[in-house]
Structures are given as C-alpha cells and as structure tokens.
C-alpha cells in the first residue's frame, strides 16, 4: 500500500530530504484548490506563478521518476478542501500512511492537525527543511522579556550559525550592524542592474484559473510572467543580484526612486518563501562575495541581516503570537481602506507609484512597503486587519507568516510595540530626503494646512496629538513631543482640522 505525500503551494524546495530517494510506494500529492485561491482577494500574478511553479515541481518529480497525483484548477476536485481531498485519495488509492511538511501558515497548520487526528491511518509531518531555527526557537531566545528586540535576536542567530564571524567570537569587522553607514538617496548613479528574471508565457494556464471563477486583482501579465518558476531560474536570479546588485545593497536599502522600481534589492523573497531557495545558501554566497573582496561588508552585513535576522525573527513572532496576533488593534483604528488603494488613483505621487507598481508587479520594495504606504495607513488610522488584508493579497510573496507580523507589528503598531521600539511614521520630509516622489507632486511637501499641502504633514503631527497618551512616555519619540511642546495652540488647532478634513474624505486625497 502506498504513503501519500502532500506538497502545499509554498513547498517547492525539489532539495527536501523526501526527493533523495525512488520510491515506487510513494504518491506525491499537489492541489490547485480554491481554499487556497480563496481565502483572501490575491494578486494576479501571486496565483499564476504558484500555480505554474506548482506544476514545474511535479514535472520535474515526474522527470525523476516519481510519482506524482496532481489536482488541477480546472478538475472539479479544486472545489474541494484540502483535508477532503486527502481523505478521498486515502481511499482511492487504498494508502497506508499519509506524510505532510510542516505548514508556515497558522490557518493550514491546523486544518491538517486537525484532519490527522479524525484520520484512521498513520498521519506524520515533517520538517520542511527550510529554516533556520525551529518554530518556537524565537521565543525561547526572548522568553520573559516583554520587548523582543531583533538586534538581540540577530546576534544569536550570527553567533549561532557562525556567520560573518572573527574567531567564532566576534563579529566581522568590529561591530554587529552597519545601518549608519547605508541608507542613502539614489540620485542615478550607479544605474540600476537589469531586471535578471526569465519571463515565461502561461496564457493557458491563466485562462483556466479565469475559467474557474477565481477572483483576483492587479496585472496578470500572464504572456510574460517574470519570477523564477524552478531552482535553476531562482539561482540564476540569485547569481546576478550577487554580482551586479550586492555590492550597492546597503547604500541604496532604504532609497526610492520613480526612475528604478526595484534598485538594488534582490527580488529573491517569492523564491525563498515558495522554498526553491533556502536561506542558507543565500546567505553563505553573500558572504562568500565579502569574503572574495567583491562587496563591501556594510553591503553584505544589511542583506544578511534582512534573511538571518528579519525572515526568522518575524517567523518566530508568528508563531509565539498566533492566533490573535492578526485581531491585534493597538490603537483601535477602524478606518476602510480608501478605494485609491485598488487602482492607484491617487493625487498622492509617492502612494500613486507605490501601489500602481505593486498592482502592477505584484512587488514593492521594504521602504516603499514601510515608509509610504504603511506609513500613511498608520497615520490615517486605517484599521489594521483590512490592511493585513490588502498586503496578503497584492504582494508576490505575502505568507501569512511573514506578512503578519511585518504589517501589523512593524507597519502598523498595532502590537502595542512588541515588535518595533516605535511607530515607523514620518512626514513628508522623510519620504522627499529618500526619494524623488516629492518633485511633480500635485502637493507640497513643505506646507501643513491648505489645499495642497501634504497630507502626510498634518496626518504626521495630528498622529502623535491624538495618541500621546500611550506614545509620550515613549523616549525614542521625545522629538515629536518636544516640537509639539514648541507649537502654540493656534498651530495645533489648524493642523487638527486640517487632518480631520482629510480624514473625512480620505478617497479625495
Ligand atoms: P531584499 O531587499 O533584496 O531583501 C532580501 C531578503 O530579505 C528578502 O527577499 C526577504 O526574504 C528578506 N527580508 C527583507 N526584509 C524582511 C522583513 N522585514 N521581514 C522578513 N524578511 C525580510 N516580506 C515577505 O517576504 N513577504 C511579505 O508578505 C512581506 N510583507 C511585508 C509587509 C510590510 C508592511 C513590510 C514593511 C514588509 C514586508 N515584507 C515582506 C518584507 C520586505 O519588504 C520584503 O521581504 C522585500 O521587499 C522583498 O523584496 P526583495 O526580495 O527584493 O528583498
Ligand atoms: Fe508624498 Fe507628500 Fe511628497 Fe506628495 S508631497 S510625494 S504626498 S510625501
């Protein structure tokens, strides 16, 4: 009798221990099903390229020799759970065990749980060999603390692993982070690398998922769908950012530019969440190429701290924190979304770039992600699960796992300061030092009241008025209490009507 093995959509790692061996008793199982279309409104391009990196998997697994059951979009199974999918395989292919790699999303980790132990047969999971540190490792390294600083974090995790370590002791170079030394504007130079990705035709294949009824938004671009659909393709991917894009990672980390929608990030996160990457070899070519003198450690030390630190750290928070993290509403905020936040129609240049590029790539930048669109759903009071809601669906490699604690902690506050030491908000000054989105912008980004000042001024300081009585006592934000200390009540008052102007009619804007 045979074992059925299920692979979901974000297991695509043709390395797991399970493929090293032919087994002709094995069945490995992929399912196209609507549960997983469904469960939230999804980005086009987001559901074309698991699917199509689905069945690039399967291919290969049938290549090798092994066997493979495949659920189609089209077959009248997608319809069906994913736990009555298994059941009814169980049965028709008379299994004697079934085996499943531990899910990274809460919602599906239960949902097997749960079906195993209704099963009457044999129900294992294992590690999806992916990670570096276990589910529960984060809060073991934090237990009792009541902030959980990822810096802290990072630096086990260097130790730990030994990476861009001295003597197994100290870190390279004399010190842990070298943010001060990123973080410029980009004004041209160096030109932006060109776009390394394959660009693949799946018409077919979106044509099917449109036949289904499966909802979606944003450009499909399914005649030239541009991410790394196998691990040949993710590693060329990886080899042109280490050559042509690394060496200008750090100082560039944090900029942002109408000319270069992606400048020197790597693009790597939809490979590395769907598995066909693991971080491992990520990380050891980044420091293989400070080692070999191609980039500079400031570079090399960012990136890494993005995977070694941030992808675990945030993965850990997930999993300590689940369920409830995702109903967390430190500040109550209930605002919906304007409607600009669906078609980018907005007066707003730097939000019109932002999310016309995520619309249309499926992709935006951490800063852009950060300091632009969170940072004005933040201040607008946007209620934080339907932004949740709106980052799961538009971004290439939203997961549950990651994009959580990313939007509702470090984005949105709305933990209270679990996960961030303050709200990342800012004015208009910010986003005008780290980019060029202010120039041919309808508003100004100097003025505070008016029809065209920016929105994001008086939004900025009406912010900390309204809140501080949980922000004040805060002292990484004593700046913005000591310049409202400075305003005279005239200048209160003016920038509070003219927030709640704006609020009221945010779809305006
Ligand atoms: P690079 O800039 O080249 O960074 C390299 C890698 O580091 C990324 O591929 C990613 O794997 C990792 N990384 C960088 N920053 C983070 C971070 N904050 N948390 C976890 N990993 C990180 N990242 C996701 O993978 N999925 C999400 O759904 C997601 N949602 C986000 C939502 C918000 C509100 C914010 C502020 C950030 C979010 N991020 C998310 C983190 C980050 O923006 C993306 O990982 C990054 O933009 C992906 O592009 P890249 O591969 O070019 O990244
Ligand atoms: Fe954005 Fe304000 Fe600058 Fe316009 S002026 S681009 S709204 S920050």
Known sequence: KPTLRLILGDQLNARHRWFTELDGATIYVLMEVRQETDYVLHHAQKILAIFAAMRELARQLRQLGHTVHYIAIDDVESTLSIPENIEALIRHYDAAAFEYQAPDEWRLDQQLYQAGRRSRIPWLMVDSDHFYTARHEAADIF????????????????????????????????????????????????????????????????????????????????????????????????????????????????????????LFHSLLSFALNVKMLNPREVVARAQAAYQAGHAPLAAVEGFIRQILGWREYVRGVYWAH??????????????????????????????????????????????????????????AGLDPARVHGWYLGIYIDAFEWVELPNTVGMSQFADGGLLATKPYVSSAAYIDRMGDYCKGCHYDKKARIGERACPFNALYWDFFHRNADTLERNPRI??????????????????????RKMLANLDAL
């Open 143 to 262: 237990a009792g603390r009541k902030q959980w600083l990822m810096e802290f974090f990072y630096r086990q995790m260097r130790s730990t692993h030994q990476v861009l370590m001295e003597d197994a002791k100290k870190p390279v170079g004399g010190q842990w982070n070298f943010d001060h030394d990123n973080r410029k504007p980009w004004r041209g130079t160096p030109a932006e690398p060109q776009d390394p990705r394959t660009v693949h035709d799946h018409s077919r294949l979106w044509q099917s998922i449109v036949a289904a009824g499966v909802k979606s938004f944003g450009a499909p671009h399914a005649d030239r769908l541009a991410w790394a659909l196998n691990r040949d393709e993710a590693l060329q991917q990886l080899d042109a950012f280490i050559v042509r894009a690394l060496p200008h990672f750090g100082d560039f980390q944090d900029a942002m530019s109408v000319k270069a929608w992606r």
């Open 322 to 379: 689940m369920p409830g993290y995702a109903e967390k509403n430190f500040f109550g905020h209930a605002r919906p979304l304007p409607a600009w936040f669906w078609d980018g129609k907005t007066k707003m240049h730097c939000l019109s770039q932002a999310i016309t590029q995520s619309l249309d790539q499926a992709h935006a930048h951490h800063i852009q992600r950060l300091m632009v669109i969170g940072n004005f759903a933040l201040l």
């Open 478 to 499: 004593g700046m913005a209490y000591r310049q409202l200390e400075k305003m005279d009540e005239a200048a209160i008052a003016d920038f509070k009507e003219q927030a």
